[in-house]
C-alpha cells in the first residue's frame, strides 16, 4: 500500500503554511515517519515530519527526500523558494506530534480501508460490498454499470440528486433518453477511444462534476465507474483515491470474466482465440468445439458488424440486443468489431441467413451499423477466414457503394440496406489484392494498357468506347442486354464492338481476354472510389 501527496495535501489545506511541492506529482508514500537521527536510516519512500530547521540541516547532508514541517525558523522571501523545495511548511503554533498524529491517522485510516477491500475480494465479494466498504472514503455517489449500462452497484448514503443519476438508480439502467444525451455530448465517442480516467465538467450529462473509467477484458469496455461528486467537490486527493478503488474493482471484474468465460459463454473464449490469439491447431479447435457444444463441420456463415461512427454507439448493448434476435449465432465482440459465426440446417441455410439479416435490419440501421456477410463455409476452423472475407466485403462495399460510377449505365454495387455481401465485391478484392504485393500485377499490364488506350480514343474523339465495351462484357456479350443499358439498339452494340475489338486487336470470343478486361474495369471503379474517399 502507498498513499500518494495529494492525500497529504488535501491534510494541510486547511492550515496556514506554504507548500512547495507540487500536489498534482505522482511521488507515493509507503509510511509517514518521525525524523530519525541517523540520515543513513532514512528512505525516499517515507515521508519524514519534523521541525522546519531539523529538515534544512538534513537536507545540508542528505538530498532526495520530502518533509512535512512546523515552522520554526524564518528566512528572507528571495530564498525561501529554493531553501524550501520538497518540504511543506505549517506556519501555526503546534506541536511535531500534532502534525505526526495527523498524517499517520489519515495514512491509518486509508490502510484499514484497502485491508477491507483485499478481504473483500479473498471471501468473492460483489461490486456492492466494495462500494459498501468505500463509502466513508469518498462522502460521494459512486455507480457500477455494465456496458449495456444497466446498474450493478451503487452507493446508498450519499445518494444523487441529479434526474439522472435518480432515474437511473428507480429503473436499474439509463433509459435511452439518457444514452442519447450521452451520445450528443460526445461521451461515448470519447468512451470508445480512453482508457484511463475521463472527467467531466458540470452540465455536460450530470449535474455534477464526475470522474470515470472503464474496465477491459479483451479489448471491449465492459464495466463502468463513475464517482458524482455531489456532495464533496473534486480534489486531486479523490481522483487518486478513485484510482486505488479501481484496483479492486478491475481485480474483481477480471476474476468475473474468466469465471465468465468458461461458465456463462463457454464458446467466447476459444473463439476470441481463433480471431485474435492465433489458434489454428485443427484439433485444439475440434476438442475446444466438442467442449463448448459449436459443431466442428456445419453449415456456416460469419458477419462482421462495424459502426460508421463507433463513438455514438454502446457495443455492450448492442451485442446484447444483436444476440436476442440471432439466439441460435455465436456473438464475440472485440478489436472495435463484432463477429457472429451463424450455424444453419443444410436444406434451410439460405433462407435462414436472408432472414437473419431481415430480422438484425433495424437494429443496424438504427446503431448506423454495416455488415459484411461471407461466404458460406462448412468447418469451423475456416471462420476467421470467413470473418476476413466479410470485412472485405463491408469495407470494399462501402466504399464502392458510396462513390461515383465510371458511366452510369453499369452502377458500382449498392449496399442491400446497410449488408454487403463478400459474392459481390469479389473481383475487387482480387484486383485489390493485387494491387497490395510488392508487385502490383495490373502496374504495366496489357490490359490496362489497352484500356488506357481506349480512354484516349474516347477522350480524342468523344466517343463512348470505354462504357460500350463493358456494358457488352457485364452483359456477358448479349448485345440486346448491353443495348438496353446503354439504350442503343443491338446492332449499333455489334457495330462497335466490332470496331473495338479492331483497334485494341483483341478476340472478344477468348474467355481470358474477357476475364483480363472484366478484372481491369474493376480495377479502375476500384481505384476511383478509394480516390472519393468513403470508408467506414
Known amino acids: 500500500m502507498t498513499y500518494p501527496f495529494s492525500i497529504v495535501y488535501s491534510l494541510l489545506m486547511p492550515y496556514r503554511g506554504s507548500i512547495h511541492l507540487d500536489p498534482r506529482q505522482k511521488k507515493h508514500y509507503r509510511w509517514v515517519q518521525l525524523l530519525p537521527e541517523d540520515p543513513k536510516e532514512m528512505d525516499p519512500d517515507i515521508l519524514y515530519v519534523c521541525r522546519l530547521s531539523e529538515a534544512l540541516e538534513r537536507k545540508t547532508q542528505t538530498d532526495g527526500f520530502q518533509y512535512v514541517c512546523i515552522r520554526n525558523c524564518s528566512y528572507p522571501e528571495d530564498e525561501e523558494e529554493v531553501l524550501l523545495e520538497g518540504i511543506a511548511v505549517i506556519d501555526e503554533p503546534r506541536e511535531v506530534s500534532w502534525l505526526y498524529n495527523l498524517i499517520q491517522n489519515r495514512f491509518l485510516q486509508l490502510a484499514d480501508w484497502e485491508n477491507r477491500l483485499q478481504n473483500a475480494l479473498l471471501q468473492g465479494c460483489g461490486y456492492q460490498q466494495l462500494l459498501d466498504e468505500s463509502e466513508e472514503i469518498f462522502c460521494n455517489a459512486l455507480f457500477i454499470l455494465d456496458a449495456a449500462y444497466r446498474l450493478l452497484a451503487h452507493s446508498k448514503r450519499y445518494p444523487s440528486s441529479d434526474p439522472i443519476n435518480i432515474s437511473l438508480v428507480e429503473k436499474g439502467y439509463h433509459t435511452k433518453e439518457t444514452v442519447e444525451k450521452l451520445r450528443r455530448s460526445g461521451r461515448l465517442q470519447l468512451y470508445s477511444a480512453e482508457t484511463g480516467l475521463l472527467f467531466s465538467d458540470p452540465g455536460q450529462v450530470s449535474k455534477f462534476e464526475t470522474v470515470s473509467q472503464w474496465c477491459h477484458y479483451q479489448g471491449a469496455n465492459l464495466l463502468h465507474v463513475v464517482l458524482v461528486f455531489n456532495h464533496l467537490p473534486r480534489t486531486n486527493e479523490f481522483v487518486a483515491l478513485f484510482e486505488i478503488l479501481m484496483n479492486y474493482i478491475n481485480i474483481r471484474f477480471q476474476q468475473e470474466q474468466k469465471a465468465r468465460q468458461t461458465s456463462d459463454q463457454p464458446h467466447s473464449l476459444f473463439m476470441?482465440?481463433?480471431?485474435?490469439?492465433?489458434?489454428?491447431?485443427?484439433?485444439?479447435?475440434?476438442?475446444?468445439?466438442?467442449?463448448?457444444?459449436?459443431?466442428?463441420?456445419?453449415?456456416?456463415?460469419a458477419y462482421r458488424i462495424v459502426f460508421e461512427n463507433s463513438g455514438t454507439v454502446l457495443p455492450g448493448r448492442f451485442i446484447e440486443e444483436l444476440t436476442t434476435y440471432l439466439p441460435h449465432s455465436k456473438v464475440i465482440g472485440g478489436n472495435n468489431e463484432i463477429s457472429v459465426l451463424n450455424i444453419y440446417l443444410k436444406e434451410q441455410s439460405a433462407c435462414l441467413s436472408q432472414c437473419n439479416l431481415e430480422k438484425i435490419a433495424p437494429l443496424l440501421e438504427q446503431s448506423c451499423g454495416i455488415c459484411g456477410v461471407s461466404e458460406p463455409f462448412r468447418r469451423l476452423m475456416d471462420f476467421p477466414h470467413a470473418c476476413l472475407q466479410a470485412s472485405r466485403a463491408l469495407d470494399l462495399g462501402y466504399t464502392l457503394s458510396h462513390a461515383q460510377a465510371l458511366w452510369p449505365s453499369v452502377p458500382l454495387p449498392k449496399a442491400a440496406g446497410s449488408v454487403f455481401f463478400y459474392r459481390d465485391i469479389f473481383p475487387y478484392h482480387v484486383v485489390q489484392a493485387a494491387g497490395e504485393k510488392d508487385c502490383d500485377v495490373f502496374r504495366g499490364s496489357a490490359v490496362l494498357s489497352a484500356l488506357d488506350r481506349l480512354r484516349m480514343y474516347d477522350q480524342e474523339r468523344k466517343s463512348n468506347w470505354m462504357e460500350v465495351l463493358h456494358c457488352y462484357l457485364k452483359a456477358e456479350r448479349s448485345a440486346t442486354a448491353a443495348g438496353a443499358l446503354l439504350h442503343m439498339h443491338r446492332n449499333n452494340v455489334l457495330y462497335h464492338i466490332s470496331k473495338i475489338e479492331e483497334f485494341l486487336c483483341l478476340d472478344l470470343g477468348d474467355f481470358q481476354t474477357r476475364l483480363g478486361l472484366l478484372l481491369g474495369f474493376s480495377y479502375l471503379e476500384l481505384q476511383q472510389a478509394r480516390a472519393q474517399g468513403h470508408a467506414p
Open 272 to 301: 476470441r482465440d481463433m480471431l485474435y490469439g492465433g489458434l489454428t491447431d485443427e484439433h485444439l479447435i475440434a476438442e475446444y468445439a466438442k467442449r463448448t457444444g459449436v459443431p466442428f463441420t456445419g453449415y456456416f456463415d
